[in-house]
């Protein structure tokens, strides 16, 4: 079975830490999509990445990275030199790149929020 | 800019009531999703549609229905709303060419209070 988790419930930072957010998946496809979504107070998610199984590569998008193993099945995103609009809630996703009941299914974590005092 | 919108921010309602949440998407998108969002639950599935008039049920179907009967709009009913459907609702959107990638789009969510 699917299944996404994201084991922080909240995690609390100072202004300028670094900050890294966990993420474990579980899957029997071995082609399947991992995602980040941000969902700041606003309350809309923003997609904020997309890594396909076969590209372990990490990716670095400025003050953003993201950890991918598939040995451990982890995808862990770490926000560097965090700042108080990082404060969100953060998910994690999963979807397999096989139909299932007629669309690709969005396999959502718990989520985890952060907040960054100044 | 890619665009979903819906109808209500906060929505206060009395059990029983009936309950309609609109969301409108504009960048022609075959696909639509109604999810419901909780604490230390996630994002959970509730319907999605495919094409006009057509609907598949989801994770969480129970005490809910849809209707999609034109491509832009997709509306999340609540029959007869109970206050275990206090909940944030979230719309969103997909391409069918693009469904592989399934970059879903979403909208600002509804918060549902019943009462």
């Known amino acids: 079975a699917q299944k996404v988790t994201q084991a922080q419930t909240e995690i609390s930072v100072v202004e300028k830490e670094d900050v890294t957010l966990d993420c474990v998946y579980e899957?029997?496809?071995?082609?399947?999509?991992l995602f980040w979504y941000k969902q700041p107070p606003s309350g809309e998610l923003v997609f904020l990445i997309r890594?396909?199984?076969?590209?372990?590569q990490n990716e670095i998008s400025g003050r953003y990275s993201w950890n991918f193993q598939k040995s451990t099945s982890s995808f862990n995103f770490t926000i560097t030199a965090s700042q108080v609009v990082d404060s969100a809630v953060y998910f994690c996703?999963?979807?397999?790149?096989?139909?299932?009941?007629?669309?690709?299914?969005?396999?959502f974590g718990a989520g985890t929020r952060l907040a960054v005092h100044p | 800019d890619v665009k979903v919108t819906q109808s209500s921010r906060y929505l206060v309602k009395r059990t029983g009531e009936k309950v309609f949440l609109e969301c409108v998407q504009d960048?022609?998108?075959?696909?639509m999703f109604w999810y419901r969002q909780d604490p230390g639950l996630g994002l959970r599935l509730i319907y999605f549609s495919y094409d006009v008039k057509m609907k598949e049920k989801g994770d969480i179907p129970e005490g809910y229905s849809v209707s999609r009967e034109k491509k832009e709009r997709f509306s999340l009913i609540l029959e007869s709303a109970s206050t275990n459907q206090t909940s944030m609702y979230l719309c969103a959107s997909s391409s069918l060419t693009r469904q592989i990638y399934n970059e879903q789009f979403f909208g600002p969510g509804t918060r549902l209070t019943v009462l």
């Open positions: 890594r396909n199984s076969f590209d372990e």
């Open positions: 899957t029997r496809d071995t082609t399947y999509y």
């Open positions: 960048m022609d998108h075959e696909n």
């Open positions: 996703a999963l979807s397999e790149a096989g139909f299932s009941g007629g669309y690709n299914k969005l396999i």
